[in-house]
């Protein structure tokens, strides 16, 4: 059934309150909820926070209420999470009836995941209310749950639906961004739902679907339900399109100077979005008083250094950037100015494609072409959609404008033919360039098809991996042992139904079910699955052959990070007692992580440029260099240890076979080198993508406090995890602070009303004194003190110089301290290997500890004291020398308040050299 409604606007554009639907549920009755007091209630409950249903939302929640799937392929900005939460109201109504399981809401990306959670929580209440993501899992046992298509996925092959009486069912999912279900990479996420909860309610959402009749015919064959499809809704806000070939920057001020403001300028690299922001600052888009409104919106905001300035510069000038590669506080802080009207243009990426929370007046493409990891090529028509769709602000706008600028070479050359004008003989002069040879071009009429165009059709992405095969073993097997029906669901039957019953050609399922048998033998050879006769009245031989797990799968091995059973194991393989002890710990964990790959391309050219330099010293030919640099690529420690052992765990934990151990060293790097966040960014020139930096210290720092063992624990493995915590929060506090927050959401009232309302997008948590964790500052100061050490190694007195001059302690006087020990002992004199890295070297005493025999230090009275002063830490690192006297050390002192007011360790050096 297909129905079509239009909008008008609501006349109410009031601030939504955060109200809790709980009160507005029909009372538990024991039997299924009246589909009109659902109705009602939750109209009730839209209109007490002034939104009245929409005419297409109404239709759509009829539908629900009376048990159809729904299909909505409405218009970007029609409302459709209110429809999904009328969805989720009715399923918790009925599961408090006793007559439903749980209902699931899914979306592609974690980040909004976890946005959808906290709305959910505001409207339900964070007991009603769980999360599941792979690597946050909140009160999983909810009745609303909020994940990742994959994570349902992965829950559909090893549960099932479930029966009606099971409360523990999938009795509902909502599908955000359903698009998706064409993804070739995730693609499968979406569609195995479909196939494998056939009892289930679905609510497929998406403003760019296409023609849905194949999906629509397909869903209502398998479960017996009606399908509604509601589309056709008229946008809140209607498009006008444009084709543009004018120059860029004459458009985007005319568009300011006619108030048709905010501008997102959509490009396809972050590189372009920064370069556009920076050929802007010539432009005057905002007035003196805009300025100075800009300014007192931004306060006391931190920016970091590397782009946080080029940030600050942008958006005092009016102009925002955003792109995913942004620190998240970065992008909240653009998005909470463009909400308040406050820039008048942001450059970004296409990124707003996918939910992301910046109000936009007009878009302007500056591009039809966009490079898709394979090749350059045509957006298509839904990715052209997607984007446009962000255009007009319900509220705000009474249109949206969607402007595509032409290739550069059709401006540049409308521009010459402008200026020769009707003059025969200038007309004659110009050369008429090009499109660059090579590129995909575009012209008006690639604008007007995709203009005109409805988004594509969807088409399967299935897939076959051995997550798939073995849940669906898991499940096969469960079902028979838990209520006595021996033989009732049988694996090979499960996995046909899965190998033929998906939306793909008969030659792509061929190509599965050859997939299938490649995974069963290597089951089979690792001892995981055995062939067994399950009796079969039917057949002659009163049985037939099938398959049976043997072994006990992790409750959570498809649902959490894969690998992490691996790190705990390989933990069994370092030394607790060695050196490198708490870095091997860091290593462990770092190979079971994704790849960061902008860090680890950084520093592979880094290492490769640092080799050519070496080989050119040496003499060796091109040739040979090229073929040296094969080998050079980014710093991969333990790999000679853990690769073997990942290839034995393999073969008695078959459910890792599709993930990829990788060892790396991000984290490590930063110990081993001592640097900060900042010296991190700026010597792998990681400017433009600190925030794909800071989430994977985020991630790591989360598994390190999950996954190590508590044997591994030591002082030193406590102090780097506290150390990396503190490391990740100084520079955006909000990665953990949502972490946490996740673990323990605000809600103290009986009904679920959220005690105040969640933290103001952008807002940023009060900074903790960087003194305000001991074990954390004590590895900055192991780390700032090491930093010395290493350049006394190389000699660099100057950057000695730079760092402790102030103090007295400039190139010469390290000179002057150190050349005694390297004429003495050669210019291996000092180590930084393990040895020099060892607790035993480094002396930490706090205010009021007894200093060593001999040492003294000057108190704020100008006395010689023997014990540490308030206020301060005294420090004494020991030199390795070549020769192992370990008599020469660096003494310094640690200033705490100064350390807390610069964010950072600030110490003085008080001595270098022999000590008593």
């Not at 909140?138 to 099932?160: F, K, M, Q, S, Y």
């Amino acid at each position: 059934m297909t129905t079509t409604a239009t909008t008008t606007t609501p006349a109410s554009t009031t601030p939504r309150p955060a109200g809790t639907l709980l009160p507005y549920l029909p009372a538990p009755t024991g039997k299924a909820p009246d589909p009109d007091a659902l109705f009602e209630g939750f109209g009730e409950w839209a209109s007490s926070t002034g939104r009245d249903l929409y005419p297409h939302q109404q239709e759509a929640l009829l539908e629900l209420v009376t048990g159809s799937h729904v299909i909505l392929a409405t218009p970007t900005g029609s409302g459709k999470s209110m429809v999904a939460m009328g969805a989720q109201f009715a399923a918790l109504a009925a599961r408090r009836s006793g007559m439903g399981g749980r209902t699931y809401y899914t979306a592609p990306l974690k980040a909004l995941v976890s946005e959808k959670f906290f709305d959910l929580v505001a409207a339900f209440g964070s007991r009603n209310v769980g999360m599941m993501t792979g690597d946050s899992a909140v009160n999983p046992d909810a009745p609303i749950i909020c994940c990742t298509a994959e994570i349902l996925a992965n829950l559909a092959l090893r549960r099932g639906g479930g029966t009606p009486d099971d409360e523990d069912r999938i009795a509902q999912v909502v599908m955000d961004e359903f698009h998706f279900y064409g993804d070739p990479q995730r693609g499968w996420a979406w569609q195995v739902p479909l196939l494998e909860l056939p009892d289930t309610q679905f609510l497929l959402m998406s403003a760019t679907l296409g023609d849905t009749t194949r999906l629509r015919e397909d869903l209502e064959e398998r479960s017996g339900r009606p399908v509604a499809e509601v589309t056709g809704a008229e946008r809140p806000v209607p498009l006008t399109f444009s084709y543009v070939v004018e120059p860029l920057g004459e458009v985007i001020e005319e568009l300011v100077t006619t108030h048709r403001a905010p501008v997102y300028v959509v490009h396809f690299t972050q590189k372009d979005a920064v370069e556009r922001a920076q050929a802007l600052l010539s432009t005057n888009l905002a007035s003196k008083d805009e300025k100075a409104a800009i300014a007192a919106e931004i306060g006391a905001f931190r920016f970091g250094t590397g782009f946080g300035k080029t940030l600050s510069k942008f958006l005092r000038a009016g102009i925002g950037v955003h792109h995913a590669g942004m620190l998240p506080k970065y992008r909240r802080l653009v998005e909470r100015l463009t909400q308040r009207g406050l820039l008048k243009v942001v450059c970004g990426t296409d990124t707003l494609g996918v939910g992301i929370n910046v109000p936009i007046r007009t878009v302007l493409m500056t591009s039809l072409v966009k490079f898709d990891g394979e090749r350059m090529r045509h957006l298509t028509a839904r990715e052209f959609h997607q984007i446009a769709g962000r255009a007009g602000r319900a509220g705000f706008d009474t249109v949206g404008e969607v402007l595509v600028m032409a290739p550069e070479h059709v401006i540049e050359n409308r521009k010459a033919l402008a200026k020769a004008g009707d003059d025969p003989k200038k007309l004659k002069k110009i050369v008429r360039k090009k499109a660059p040879a090579g590129a995909v071009n575009w012209t008006d009429s690639t604008f007007e098809r995709l203009r005109d165009a409805a988004p594509e059709p969807l088409t399967s992405q299935f897939r076959v991996n051995h997550a798939m095969v073995l849940n669906v073993l898991a499940r096969t097997r469960e079902t028979r042992a838990g209520d006595g029906a021996v033989g009732t669901v049988d694996p090979i039957d499960a996995m046909r139904h899965l190998l033929t019953a998906n939306h793909d050609s008969e030659a792509q399922q061929a190509g599965h079910v050859r997939q299938a048998f490649r995974i069963y033998r290597s089951l089979r050879t690792a001892g995981v699955v055995e062939k067994v006769r399950v009796p079969d009245p039917s057949r002659p031989a009163g049985y037939r052959p099938s398959v049976r797990l043997v072994v006990d799968l992790p409750r959570d091995f498809a649902l959490n990070a894969p690998l992490s059973p691996f790190a705990l194991a390989a933990m069994d393989l370092l030394d607790v007692e060695s050196p490198t002890h708490a870095l091997d710990v860091v290593s462990v964990i770092e190979a079971t992580l994704d790849d960061p790959r902008q860090i680890l391309y950084a520093q592979q050219n880094k290492a490769r440029g640092e080799a050519v330099a070496a080989m050119k010293a040496e003499g060796l030919e091109y040739e040979e260099r090229m073929e040296a640099l094969e080998d050079v690529t980014w710093p991969r420690p333990l790999a000679d240890l853990l690769e073997p052992a990942f290839a034995m765990y393999k073969r008695s934990n078959p459910w890792v076979a599709d993930a990829e151990l990788s060892p790396k060293s991000v984290v490590r790097d930063m110990l081993e080198q001592a640097m900060t966040f900042a010296e991190l960014v700026s010597v792998y020139g990681l400017e433009r993508t600190e925030g794909v930096v800071l989430r994977y210290l985020a991630d790591a720092y989360r598994a390190l406090r999950q996954v190590v063992p508590e044997e591994h624990r030591t002082e030193e493995v406590h102090e780097v995890v506290e150390w990396l915590g503190e490391l990740v929060r100084g520079v955006d506090s909000s990665l953990l602070d949502e972490w946490e927050r996740l673990q323990n959401p605000v809600d103290d009232d009986a009904d679920g009303v959220v005690d105040g309302e969640l933290a103001e997008a952008g807002a940023e948590a009060p900074a903790r004194p960087v003194t305000g964790n001991p074990r954390a500052f004590r590895r900055l100061v192991r780390n700032a003190m090491f930093r010395r050490v290493e350049l006394a190694a190389r000699e660099d007195y100057d950057a000695l110089g730079a760092l402790d001059g102030a103090s007295g302690w400039d190139g010469d006087a390290w000179a002057e301290a150190l050349d005694e020990l390297f004429e003495a002992q050669g210019d291996d004199a000092i180590g930084i290997g393990p040895a020099a890295r060892s607790s035993g070297l480094l002396t930490i005493l706090e205010p009021g500890a007894e200093l060593p025999s001999g040492a003294t230090t000057s108190g704020a009275d100008g006395e010689h004291h023997t014990t540490v002063q308030p206020g301060t830490w005294w420090v004494r690192q020991v030199l390795d020398d070549a020769d192992g006297d370990h008599d020469r050390a660096i003494t310094a002192l640690v200033d705490l308040p100064a350390s807390d007011e610069a964010g950072t360790v600030v110490l003085t050096v008080v001595h270098v050299g022999r000590f008593a």
